[in-house]
């Protein structure tokens, strides 16, 4: 079916062309595209587990927004809740997101660097 070079490259790129996949992917990155969002994944991600109040202490963002965000990011199944007695504290939950939320911290650093 894909005889000559450029019929195999044009193969190729519809071979990767997983719509479900791509539509995955999508919401993955769209989780760190928000502002607020990125901040606490910032923060969650260096002092995990760490609870409402000292993620809205370390990053300036009110209780209530910070609480709504997390409420948002446990559905996305990226963060999750442990009880601590009766504080709430957050960690990434491991997957896809904490993935490029950690490679994208490294890209950032080289570009600062650079």
Do not use: K, W
């Amino acid at each position: 079916m894909c005889s000559s070079d450029l019929a195999e490259r044009i193969c190729q790129a519809i071979a990767a062309l997983d719509p479900e996949a791509i539509a995955a992917r999508a919401r993955q990155f769209a989780v760190l595209a928000d502002p607020t969002r990125l901040t606490l994944l910032t923060a969650i991600r260096a002092a995990e587990p760490i609870s409402v109040s000292d993620l809205a202490a370390a990053t300036g963002i009110n209780d209530a927004t910070v609480s709504q965000t997390l409420r948002h990011l446990r559905a996305s199944q990226t963060v999750v809740a442990e009880r601590d007695g009766r504080v709430v504290r957050y960690r990434l939950a491991g997957g896809p997101v904490a993935e490029l939320l950690s490679v994208s911290a490294g890209v950032a650093l080289q570009v600062r660097s650079s």
